[in-house]
Structure formats: structure tokens, C-alpha cells
């Protein structure tokens, strides 16, 4: 097996990301949302990590973030399309069957790991994506307008001031800096106060609700 659901659970628990073990290959994560709302009207994001092929594949998705039904379902899948144009990672699937709409990062690992960093940015990602176009993607699901924010939002914001800093402590690391050089523990510190802030990024819930 190229990646264990444990060795996921290590990065994540590196993360400070609090998960639920959905099965052998299975992990959940729920963060609270500012714009983005979940089908049930509620604000918040599940997330579900899976590992495939005998964790030679690795997917990462938000089940039925969006439920298209009505008169304007193509102008939405259109506005997703239109999505994926404009941004890096993310894909949108759609089951005509019942309308279930994932966005998702997925790729494979074949015989390597997901390393923090990347896991970390496919977190942030999928999170900054919803929260930065879930207005507009509503808008056309329920009037069938099209009116996305374009070109400057190629960057959606995957690496906000936090994740530059815990790349930083990364390089400094990996150049022969100590875990309590004073440089290293000012930026930790201001990881902290960035994060205590909410600067950006969706906090992480408890636990995921226990009916989803």
C-alpha cells in the first residue's frame, strides 16, 4: 500500500485538524464557513479525505456540497465549468440521478506519499474555493445568472499568510535550523495569532455532525 488511512491521520493530527474515521480508507473533517452553506442551510463544510487502488490514489471531496435540481442546472454546471477554468486543483462531479454536486481534488500517489504541504494545500483550497464562489454558483442554480469573479481569483486564496509562514518554518528546517531557534518560534507564534484570528481560512468544528 503506497499510503495507510493512519498515515493520513498523522498529518492531519500534525495539522491540528480534528477527523472522524469513516472506514478502513475513509476520514472526515468539518470546518465552520463565513459564506459558504451547507444544503441544509447550515453554515459549515464536510469534507471527506479517501484513500483508493490500496492507497495508490488519493481523492478528497465535499459530498453533495451542492444539490442541482430546477430550471437553471446547466447554467450552473456552465458557472462550474467556468470555475474550474479560472482556478488551480478543483473539479466539480455531478449525478444526474439525484443532483449531487462534489467538488474535488484528486491524483494519484502510485508508489509515494502525500506529503503535509500538499495535503494542506488541498484543504485550503477546496475550503477557499467554496467560500469565495458559493454566492455567485447559487446565483445561477436558483436565477440562472452567471456572474463569477474572474482573473484575479486564479489565486484563490490555497496559501493564505499562515500557510506561507508554515512553509518558511519548513525551509528553515530543512536548511539546519533547530525546532527552538528564536526565529522558528516567532513564527510559529504568529501562525497561532493568524489562525486564533480566522484570517481566511474556515475553523475546524469539534467533530463532524453525527447525521452526516
Known amino acids: 500500500m503506497a499510503m495507510t488511512r493512519e498515515e493520513l491521520e498523522q498529518l492531519l493530527t500534525e495539522m491540528d485538524l480534528k477527523f472522524e474515521v469513516r472506514g478502513p480508507a475513509q476520514l472526515a473533517l468539518v470546518f465552520r464557513t463565513q459564506s459558504y452553506r451547507h444544503p441544509d442551510g447550515e453554515p459549515y463544510l464536510l469534507l471527506i479525505l479517501e484513500l483508493e487502488e490500496e492507497g495508490q490514489y488519493l481523492r478528497l471531496f465535499a459530498p453533495s456540497a451542492f444539490v442541482a435540481r430546477g430550471a437553471y442546472v446547466d447554467t450552473f454546471l456552465r458557472a462550474c465549468a467556468i470555475v474550474e477554468w479560472e482556478t488551480k486543483l478543483i473539479q466539480f462531479e455531478y449525478d444526474d440521478e439525484d443532483g449531487e454536486v462534489r467538488p474535488m481534488i484528486e491524483f494519484p500517489l502510485e508508489d509515494g506519499k502525500v506529503t503535509r504541504l500538499q495535503l494542506e494545500r488541498c484543504i485550503r483550497s477546496l475550503c477557499a474555493l467554496l467560500e469565495t464562489f458559493y454566492v455567485p454558483l447559487r446565483k445561477a442554480l436558483d436565477e440562472g445568472k452567471v456572474d463569477l469573479p474572474r482573473g484575479d481569483q486564479r489565486g484563490i486564496p490555497a496559501s493564505p499568510p499562515a500557510?506561507?509562514?508554515?512553509?518558511?518554518?519548513?525551509?528553515?528546517?530543512?536548511?539546519?535550523?533547530?525546532?527552538?531557534?528564536?526565529?522558528?518560534?516567532?513564527?510559529?507564534?504568529?501562525?497561532?495569532?493568524?489562525?486564533?484570528?480566522?484570517?481566511?481560512?474556515?475553523?475546524?468544528?469539534?467533530?463532524?455532525p453525527e447525521a452526516l
Not at 519548513?170 to 525546532?179: F, R
Open 163 to 208: 500557510f506561507l509562514a508554515e512553509l518558511l518554518i519548513a525551509a528553515l528546517l530543512a536548511d539546519g535550523k533547530k525546532p527552538d531557534d528564536p526565529d522558528l518560534l516567532m513564527l510559529r507564534k504568529m501562525v497561532e495569532e493568524l489562525r486564533r484570528k480566522g484570517e481566511a481560512v474556515p475553523q475546524p468544528l469539534p467533530a463532524p
